[in-house]
């Protein structure tokens, strides 16, 4: 796996530079008649395309334009009952505390919570992502907590991955749930991984 900022470089460096506007958010998108789509800007030039492709997130312009005519309700994201913690830890820390579980892609479960680890950037970093099921108190998207606060929501997890919460710098962010999606298919994962001698760790520590 690459590190998004990586990854991005490589697609911005196939792309010419004249052909791409970078600082543009889009205001409105209405499709025309024959077929074409017109894209209002927010600093107000207005252009026409044979098709676009929003990849603008929960709060961008596609959503309205996409849901709005048919599902209005529903252009507004939902909460979807979990927040996460997300994080970039150096590779060497990370086989100092998770050994050869490091070394590779792992997701730890537990009743409300759990994690998510994989290596990135060519093995030297690894990504991870703590789950927490519960409600939120707050309607941002976002938020700072404090790393105390962070700690309780994993009170007696498995040591190592306590540790490894304690010496990365993570952040927190709300997962959002799109009811509107027809489609949408749900899995569930269910089970109890006790913390056995020898065993990997695992959020529920026994």
Same mark, same amino acid.
């Given at each position: 796996?690459?590190?998004?900022?990586?990854?991005?470089?490589?697609?911005?460096?196939?792309?010419?530079? $004249?052909?791409?506007? *970078?600082?543009?958010?889009?205001?409105?998108?209405?499709?025309?008649? +024959? =077929?074409?789509?017109?894209?209002?800007?927010?600093?107000?030039?207005?252009?026409?395309?044979?098709?676009?492709? =929003?990849?603008?997130?929960?709060?961008?312009?596609?959503?309205?334009?996409?849901?709005?005519?048919?599902?209005?309700?529903?252009?507004?994201?939902?909460?979807?009952?979990?927040?996460?913690?997300? $994080?970039?830890?150096?590779?060497?820390?990370?086989?100092?505390?998770?050994?050869? !579980?490091?070394?590779?892609?792992?997701?730890?479960?537990?009743?409300?919570?759990?994690?998510?680890?994989?290596?990135?950037?060519? +093995?030297?970093?690894?990504?991870?992502?703590?789950?927490?099921?519960?409600?939120?108190?707050?309607?941002?998207?976002?938020?700072?907590?404090?790393?105390?606060?962070?700690?309780?929501? *994993?009170?007696?997890?498995?040591?190592? /991955?306590?540790?490894?919460?304690?010496? $990365?710098?993570?952040?927190?962010?709300?997962? !959002?749930? *799109?009811? *509107?999606?027809?489609?949408?298919?749900?899995?569930?994962?269910? =089970? $109890? /991984?006790?913390?056995?001698?020898?065993?990997?760790?695992?959020?529920?520590? +026994?």
């Amino acid at each position: 796996s690459a590190h998004r900022k990586d990854l991005l470089d490589i697609m911005t460096s196939l792309i010419p530079r $004249s052909t791409v506007k *970078f600082n543009k958010r889009v205001a409105a998108l209405k499709e025309l008649e +024959g =077929g074409k789509v017109q894209i209002a800007f927010a600093d107000g030039e207005v252009v026409e395309a044979d098709a676009v492709i =929003g990849c603008d997130g929960v709060k961008g312009a596609t959503r309205e334009a996409v849901l709005g005519p048919k599902y209005p309700d529903q252009v507004a994201a939902t909460y979807g009952g979990k927040y996460v913690y997300r $994080s970039i830890v150096p590779m060497k820390e990370a086989v100092e505390l998770l050994g050869d !579980y490091a070394g590779d892609g792992h997701m730890f479960f537990a009743k409300g919570r759990s994690m998510m680890i994989y290596p990135i950037s060519k +093995g030297t970093q690894l990504n991870a992502v703590a789950f927490v099921h519960k409600p939120a108190n707050h309607t941002l998207m976002t938020k700072e907590v404090s790393r105390e606060e962070m700690l309780v929501d *994993f009170e007696g997890a498995d040591p190592r /991955l306590v540790k490894l919460l304690d010496v $990365s710098c993570f952040d927190f962010a709300k997962v !959002y749930d *799109f009811d *509107f999606c027809q489609t949408r298919q749900s899995l569930k994962l269910t =089970g $109890s /991984l006790n913390n056995q001698k020898n065993s990997g760790p695992n959020p529920s520590n +026994g």
